[in-house]
């Protein structure tokens, strides 16, 4: 099922499809589609993802992207000349998780040199528990910043971990 929420200042307008559930360990898309009116110079669109969710542009409109500090960026310094025109991502969820949450942000532009900004949210989204994984490695993904980040080394390359196991040995001394 698709969940669609649609949010309008002037006629500026920002409606952001989401599914309204997924499993974890797997992507869905995210399509925002952003009805502009005669806006043609800066504009920003900013999504805030709890932790354990990850992004990946699919189609950025000319609009540079970025994703870090759990932060997907869309910025476009020249707006599309279409009067309406799409964005979309891909979001990647950590098998590990479970729970609801939404995605919320904001569609920030200016007319007259005054910056306005419309705040877009989407519908409860739910992460139903991953059947590959072990039900006790399972976090609600409220917690997930708190349990699981602070032992991910802050590099961001995955480490490369070894594990040696010995049977104990009684020594002569």
């Known amino acids: 099922a698709i969940v669609l929420k649609v949010f309008f200042t002037d006629d500026i307008g920002v409606t952001l499809n989401t599914p309204n559930e997924v499993v974890a360990g797997t992507e869905f898309e995210v399509q925002v589609t952003i009805k502009k009116g005669e806006l043609e110079s800066f504009s920003r669109l900013l999504q805030t993802m709890p932790a354990g969710l990850t992004v990946e542009s699919i189609e950025a409109s000319n609009g540079d992207f970025s994703f870090d500090n759990k932060r997907a960026r869309f910025i476009w310094l ?30 920030s532009y200016i007319v007259e040199n005054e910056r306005r900004t419309v705040t877009v949210e ?52």
């Open 78 to 107: 020249r707006m599309p000349d279409e009067k309406e025109f799409q964005v979309s991502y891909k979001v990647k969820v950590d098998k590990r998780l479970q729970g609801n949450f939404n995605i919320a942000g904001k569609f």
């Open 122 to 173: 989407s519908e409860n989204i739910t992460i139903l528990a991953s059947p590959d994984i072990d039900p006790g490695l399972v976090v609600d993904i409220v917690d997930y910043e708190r349990l699981v980040i602070p032992y991910i080394p802050p590099t961001g390359i995955e480490p490369q971990i070894a594990c040696i196991r010995q049977a104990p040995v009684l020594s002569s001394d």
